[in-house]
């Protein structure tokens, strides 16, 4: 059904979600939207989406300081991320959204329903806090525009997110058991494999080592953590943003599209090569995401695993297997490409994550709303709403200073602490702000370690040309042309990718299957991305955006005694 009129789709479903929506607001006692306390306190209704492990929000202190803020009563209407998608689509459906919803919304829901939603950049002069926000990050703005409306409001991270979600591991343990140096190249990585496989560098006298294993991609596309991170060889600059997962990248501002590049053949023909000598997990094309981790995190302290490609290696190993592991830069192509090595990036859609709060274009407290929002882009609310309440999960050292605690449960790790008290990176707000200084436990920032590997890697990306940003956005008509075509691309190469790789056959099919790429609209689906793109940029070089420059801001970063990490913004 198209969902294309959303005023007439409205009249067809209303009364069938009346019930459902009387029954939503008996269970949670909310006062209408708009009405006001018998003191005259306005009441505004809120709908968070949220982790499962999160407290109910009115048992987190510091939405009692959000409340103060606004000079308001906040309703909280609260859900589950794993049950929003459901929830989402009946109330754009039926035209009714909450006062104010964070988390919940995006850009694939402007197209047809952001007639409900209040276009922020209007209302800049009643929201000091985001209006400086998107001065001094203009980034954030532009990454939080939808033809030319802010109908959501951003998180940025700078400072505390890296600029590539995937990292490349090798057990270092292993190597130097082996007296094998750090592979460099593709052809010394595969005899480094090999080695893993039959010199048992784990010691425990069992051939159970597994030199390398991955998620292999699903069919609709590619994704992160995936080997195709290996482009990077050929100086090719992965992204994640929209079109990715179907070979789409951009160099100079041009699409392009790999899927049918002569290095994409040479990389499927290498981890053949690699299936074929087995070293490669026999289960990496069929185990689930839950048999992935686990294996990674080997025998007690007997690690299993050789490499892989995933966040942090205390993320994928686990603390007790965690040093064992290096990072891996771009390793040189067994071609010999004379391009300078690049590493998949996504470093935009980390540090500014569009769309965090949005406010409902029928609101009738506006002015409290407003004052919500803007609440979460100071340094005190929005640290809160990232880490925890003061005296939970962060200690208030003084003015823009503060210090992310420790968990006071000793049964809770970090990350469990961290979601059961706040947002964690579900919060709106800018977290390292000028002024802050902010002190980190070290499992906060080991990925800054990590990063550390890629800097040259990364500086080989001119990130405002050479980046498909997690922010470019179709319009609702190319929207549906680009999802029909890409099914068809993305299917096929997908199976012939596993296909390949395990089975062979690369040379013999390779001109068939870019025929049937050609047939399946590649060419106009680029030409689809290069239109949504050039839109972008030019959004981007109107609002002054030296991406470059502002995603790595002049920070200071200093190591404490204590194992923690202290990072200060000088700016002003």
């Given at each position: ?64 300081d ?21 929830q ?15 988390g ?47 109908f959501?409001?951003?998180g940025?991270n ?16 292993w ?16 005899s ?21 294993d ?17 482009l990077?060889?050929?100086?090719l ?9 179907s ?11 790999y899927l ?6 040479e990389f499927?023909s ?6 074929e ?24 302290k ?15 190993f686990g ?47 506006k ?12 340094s ?8 925890g ?9 003084g003015?823009?200073?503060y ?13 469990d602490?961290q ?18 200084k902010?002190?980190?436990?070290a499992?906060q ?13 990364i ?8 980046v ?41 099919e390779?001109d ?13 689906q680029i030409?689809?991305q ?25 920070l ?17």
């Open positions: 059904m198209s969902t294309s009129n959303p005023t007439r789709f409205k009249a067809t479903v209303k009364g069938a979600l009346a019930m459902a929506g009387i029954g939503a607001l008996a269970l949670t006692g909310c006062t209408p939207s708009g009405a006001k306390e018998s003191s005259g306190t306005p009441v505004v209704t809120v709908q968070v989406v949220k982790d499962a492990r999160t407290k109910a929000m009115a048992e987190l202190p510091w939405t009692k959000l409340e103060a803020a606004c000079g308001c009563t906040i309703e909280w209407q609260e859900t589950a991320s794993s049950s929003w998608t459901q989402k689509q009946a109330s754009l459906a039926a035209g009714e959204v909450a006062d104010v919803t964070i919940g919304y995006g850009s694939g829901d402007w197209g047809d329903y952001s007639s409900l939603f209040l276009d922020l950049a209007l209302e800049l002069g009643s929201m000091p806090n985001l209006a400086a926000t998107f001065e001094k990050a203009p980034y954030a703005r532009v990454s939080s525009e939808w033809d030319g409306k802010v959501g409001a951003p940025v700078t400072g505390l997110m890296a600029n590539s979600s995937a990292h490349m591991f090798i057990n270092k343990q190597l130097d058991e082996l007296k094998l140096p750090v592979p460099e190249t593709w052809d010394e990585l595969k480094t494999l090999e080695a893993f496989k039959s010199k048992d560098p784990n010691g425990n006298g069992k051939a159970d080592e597994v030199p390398l991955f998620m292999a991609p699903e069919t609709g596309g590619w994704g992160w953590f995936n080997p195709n991170v290996l990077g060889s050929f100086g600059p992965l992204s994640a943003g929209g079109g990715a997962g070979g789409m990248y951009a160099q100079d501002g041009k699409i392009q599209n049918t590049d002569p290095s994409y053949k499927i290498y981890l053949g090569e690699l299936w000598a087995g070293v490669i997990s026999k289960d990496a094309f069929t185990h689930d995401f839950s048999k992935y981790i686990s294996g990674l995190k080997g025998q007690g007997t690690a299993t695993v050789g490499m892989t490609f995933w966040w942090t290696p205390s993320d994928a603390s007790k297997l965690a040093d064992q592991y290096i990072a891996l830069p771009a390793l040189k192509a067994d071609s010999g490409s004379d391009a300078p090595r690049t590493w998949w990036f996504n470093g935009d859609s980390l540090n500014y994550i569009p769309n965090k709060i949005s406010v409902a274009a029928n609101v009738k407290e002015e409290a709303a407003l004052k919500i929002v803007d609440a979460f882009y100071t005190d609310i929005g640290i809160q709403a990232r880490y309440s003061f005296d939970v999960g962060v200690k208030k050292n003015e823009k200073d210090t992310v605690l420790q968990p006071a449960d000793e049964t809770k790790n970090a990350s602490w979601f059961q008290n706040s947002l964690s990176d579900g919060a709106p707000g800018w977290f390292v702000q000028p002024g802050v902010l002190t980190l436990p499992e920032f080991e990925v800054r370690g990590v990063e550390e590997v890629y800097e040259q890697d500086a080989n990306i001119d990130l405002n040309s050479d498909i940003y997690g922010g470019v956005s179709f319009t609702a008509d190319e929207a549906r042309e680009y999802s029909l075509n890409d099914t068809g691309i993305t299917q096929t190469a997908m199976s012939k990718f596993a296909q390949w790789v395990t089975k062979g056959g690369i040379d013999a390779w068939g299957y870019v025929k049937d790429l050609e047939s399946n609209n590649l060419k106009r030409e689809l290069q239109a949504a793109y050039d839109r972008y940029l030019q959004v981007m070089q109107e609002k002054n955006v030296d991406l470059n420059a502002e995603l790595n801001p002049e200071t970063f200093a190591e404490n005694a204590d194992g923690t990490a202290t990072i200060s913004n000088e700016s002003k």
